[in-house]
C-alpha cells in the first residue's frame, strides 16, 4: 500500500507524538506499528 506524502506525513507526526511521550517499553510496540502503516523497515524508522 503506498501511501500520498500528506497522508505519510500526517502519520509520522501523529506517531512522534506518541512516541515522544510514552515509556520505553510501549516504544517498541509503535515503532512497529508505524513500520506496517508507512512501508518503511524498522531500522530505518528508528
Not at 506525513?9 to 512497529?32: E, H, P, Q, W
Request: net charge positive; with cysteine; glycine share 4%.
Amino acid at each position: 500500500m503506498e501511501l500520498s506524502m500528506r497522508i505519510k506525513r500526517a502519520v509520522i507526526d501523529r506517531t512522534y507524538l506518541r512516541y515522544k511521550f510514552t515509556t520505553k517499553s510501549k516504544k517498541g510496540l509503535i515503532l512497529l506499528e508505524f513500520c506496517e502503516i508507512s512501508g518503511y523497515s524498522r531500522k530505518y524508522a528508528s
